[in-house]
């Protein structure tokens, strides 16, 4: 069966560090790969999404970047955090183009 | 403008009550999914709707896809404490090359014990 896992589950950092946020998916092969950030356990909103190694498609501008460097490994970045990422990030696969996404535990990000 | 509009957005109710929450847009979904999100956790898929009119059932939980695949409504008979939780509607348009999902903000149920 497949398994998404996220780490870590919290994070505290003080503005301006940088930040690395890992997902890795498990029992399948080519998954489409998505990065959403959750405000205030509400709706979700789609900040990256990946449909193969090294192809990354940006949905909104930010302090963000991802990269996939393998097939299942998908990676939220930044060089300097501001207060305003402080956020739950969920990381979520997809087998097929017509399927649902799967989502990850989450990560909360909280910026000091 | 959200694409995806959930109502109502708060609900409190006693165990034992029947509630009907919904999601509404202008554009045509070629599916639909609920999932239910707890504190702390990410979203776990309930169902996935993709025909117009489709109606599915999990244990006491009925999901209705409008038959002009507009809307959808997810209804819970005899709530438990255990249902507790964000309700969320996510819909795809168009089909093809279209992976991204549209959120609804959610419905946040309490079912009171």
Do not use: M
């Not at chain 2, 999901?63 to 005899?78: E, M, V």
Request: net charge neutral; glycine share 12%.
């Amino acid at each position: 069966s497949q398994t998404i896992h996220q780490w870590p589950a919290t994070l505290v950092q003080p503005v301006g560090s940088p930040l690395s946020l890992e997902c890795t998916v498990e029992g399948t092969s080519n998954p489409n790969l998505y990065w959403y950030r959750q405000a205030a356990g509400r709706g979700l909103q789609l900040l990256f999404y990946s449909v193969g190694i090294g192809q990354i498609s940006s949905e909104v501008p930010q302090n963000l970047s991802a990269s996939r460097p393998q097939d299942r490994q998908f990676i939220l970045s930044s060089k300097k955090l501001l207060l305003s990422d402080s956020g739950f990030y969920l990381c979520a696969w997809q087998g097929d183009s017509l399927g649902p996404q799967h989502f990850g535990d989450g990560t909360r990000l909280s910026i000091l | 403008t959200q694409l995806l509009e959930q109502s109502p957005q708060f609900l409190s109710i006693q165990e034992g009550e029947n509630l009907t929450v919904y999601c509404n847009s202008s554009s045509v979904f070629s599916s639909l999914q609920w999932y239910r999100q707890e504190p702390g956790e990410g979203p776990v898929l309930l169902v996935t709707v993709v025909t117009g009119g489709e109606v599915k059932k999990l244990k006491r939980l009925t999901f209705q896809f409008g038959d002009a695949r507009k809307d959808s409504s997810l209804h819970i008979t005899a709530a438990q404490p255990g249902d507790t939780g964000l309700y969320l509607c996510a819909g795809r348009i168009g089909g093809g090359s279209n992976y991204k999902l549209t959120f609804g903000k959610g419905t946040l149920l309490t079912v009171n014990p």
